[in-house]
Structure formats: structure tokens, C-alpha cells
């Protein structure tokens, strides 16, 4: 039987990757719709490729490009953030959800009301609207699985275990590019050098997260958000071989890892697949070529975001929304060579603390409005504080 699929956010990283293992077996999968940004080429090529019913870009200034790269192959060619949200609706069975940013929100909305599983590499959904999407998921008796690597671990070491038994998860973190720098010459780094991952290969926005640790901050509220544990279970360690995703804690005292290459087919291969296991093109690990893992300590005064991710968590409602605006904010700025990275998680704090009235809210009450409202209102504030 084959089975309709989407992918949001086709042309990036996690779409490309996905494209990669859905083209090896074509005969299993029917594609629904590709949505893609700027990258016109790719997004046609993949439509056509895999037979697409239909393309979408975000960029309303694409359609013409968008037309004529499809004319005369079957696939319908559309432009702009109404003609995504309508291919979102379109039924599939299986969703993946990978456009970076808070824009990936509604999209996953849509895919989970027509009933699909939703594959989650929009860690952003789980962070301004955790509630939100989890419910939602509920009431449309399908499926969440996460496609984040730690996520991803953690739900595989969860598999047949009882929550309540869970003493600690333990989120792994490789560092990112500044792990080593002296932490004075980070106001010095410039978007390049933040952009470049010593393990991962992935979009640029998230690669520079990874460098400040504003990724691995909305991750321990994505986990919050997915796994449904309180804030002080979950930890984060620096493991610079980033060979485990994470790891789970027992009361028994056992500890159950994860341990792989680092190569995103691992998550998406295992959502796509779920509930079975089957063969994927990933590199096998060989441990003593590995030779040694090693751990760090997640020092607080080099990554100030761990410290604000904590503060979200404990604030509750709709804080995840302001931080993760605020953020975006923030790193278009830094990219921009309009503020220093340090200066990022400097001004996240600030809009945190001025934005307080988001806190906890009713989680029954965050809706996709009340969490724009916060999302708009945290990033004219990130730009006003910018300005100054
Ligand atoms: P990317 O920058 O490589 O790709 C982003 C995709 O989203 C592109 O297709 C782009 O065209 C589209 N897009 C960007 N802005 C958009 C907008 N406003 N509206 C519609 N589409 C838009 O990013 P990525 O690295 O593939 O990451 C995608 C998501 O997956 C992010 O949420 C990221 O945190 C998460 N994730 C990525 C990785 C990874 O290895 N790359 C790992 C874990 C989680
Ligand atoms: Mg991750």
C-alpha cells in the first residue's frame, strides 16, 4: 500500500535528507505536496522527481519562476504563506514538518487536523505551542514523532517503559562551533564562523544555534513539551563527538543511550518507518575507531541560553512563544552584522523579563492567536531594544 506524504520545507536540510530516503523505495510513497523558499530548482526537481501533486513556495515573488520550472509535468505550482497552508491541509498520511521557525507552526497544525502523523523536526512548534499541538495530535487521534536526534533517542529509549520510572533525560550537546574559543573572543565571532558545525551538517539558522546554544535551549523545552516531564529532569551535557543523542534515566539507576553517527536519516528514517525498524543508508558506528566518548560540563557563563531555557520552562504559558520570537530576532540580527553574538541571549533576556505578563497562561488557553499575539509582540520588542 503506498502512503501519501508531504514535506514542509522540502529544499532544506532535514527536507533534503528526507527526499533522499523517501526517492530509494518510490513505489512505496505517493507525494502530496513540496514546499520549499527561495531555492526554485530544487523544489521543482524534487516535485517532478518524486511526482508531486503539488509545489509550493513561500515566496509569492516565485510563482512565475515556480510555473514555468513545471510547466507541462502534472504538478501544480502555487506561491505564498495562504497557498501553504492550504497544501498543508491537503490529506496525507504521514507529514514532515521541517520549515525552520516559528513560520513551521501552523503548517503542522493543519497537517495533524486532516489526521496525519506528523514527523517533528519543527522544534519551534513544540516550543511557542506545546499545548497547542499536543492537544491538537489528541483530538485528531494521530501522531507526533519527534525528529530531532536527542528527541528521537529519547522516544526509542522510552519504548516500552513506564514514564512514571523516568528519574532524568539527559540531552547531549556537541558545543557547536565556539566550544573551545576563550569566552572573550566570542563578541569578536562573525556569522560564518558560527555557521560551521564541527559534527552536523545542517541549515545555517540552526548551526549558528547550535554555536550559542539557543538550539539546545529549545530543545530542553521541546522536551518538556513532548515527553510531558517536569523541568528539573531534564539536564544537558557537552558531548563533543556527538556519537550519543541523548540518554534516559531510570529509578533503577540504569542509564539506556542512544548511540549513532551523527546523520539526521537516523530520526527521520525511524519516523518514517514507525512503528517497524527498517534498513536505512546510515553509517554503522565502529566504536574503536571511535576510540573514546568524553562529556563537559554545560557551563552557564559561556551559554546563557541554557540559564533562559530553564527561566521559559519555569514561567510556563506563553513564554516559549516570546522566547523563541526573540531569538529569531536576534540571530536575523547577528547574521545581519547588526549586533555580536554574545549580544543575542543579552537581548532575549531583556524582551524575557519585559514581556512577563506572557507567563503562565492557562495551557488550555494557548491557542494559535494568543500565540502569534506573543510571537509578533516579543520581536517588535527584540528590534526596539536592537534599536537603542
Ligand atoms: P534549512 O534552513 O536547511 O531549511 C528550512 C526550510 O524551510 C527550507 O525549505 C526553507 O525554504 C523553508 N522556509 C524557511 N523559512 C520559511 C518560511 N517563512 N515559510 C515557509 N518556508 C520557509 O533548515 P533545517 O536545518 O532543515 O531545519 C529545519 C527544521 O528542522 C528547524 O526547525 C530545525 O530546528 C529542525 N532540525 C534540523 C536539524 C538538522 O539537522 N538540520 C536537526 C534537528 C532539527
Ligand atoms: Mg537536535
Redesign the pocket.
Known sequence: MTRRISI??????????TIDLIARDPDAYETVAL?????IAQ?ASDAIKLGAQIAV???EKRLAELRDALAGTGVEAAAG?QA?IEAASRPADWVM?????A??LE?GLRALQTGATLAL?????LVCAGPLIMRTAQAHGTHILP????HSAVFQALIGEDLATVERIVITASGGAFRDWPIEDLAKATPAQAATHPN????????I?SASMF?KA?ELIETKEYFGVSADKIETVVHPESMIHALVGFNDGALMAHVGTPD?RH?IGFALHYPHRKSLPVERLDLVKLGQMTFRDPCETRWPALRLAREVMEAGGLMGAVFNAAKERALDAFIAEQITFPRMAGVVEEVLSDLSTYESHNPAEITLDKVAEADHLARVRADEIMAQ
Not at 35 to 39: F, I, S, Y
Not at 200 to 207: A, E, N, V
Open positions: 514542509f520545507g522540502a529544499t532544506g536540510s532535514i527536507g533534503q535528507s514546499t520549499g523558499g527561495r531555492n523544489l513556495t513561500a515566496d504563506r501553504l514538518s521541517a520549515i525552520v521557525g513560520a513551521g503548517p523536526a519543527n522544534k519551534e512548534s525528529v530531532d536526534s536527542e552536523w551538517d545542517m541549515g545555517q539558522r540552526i548551526t544555534d538550539n529549545l539526521m530520526a
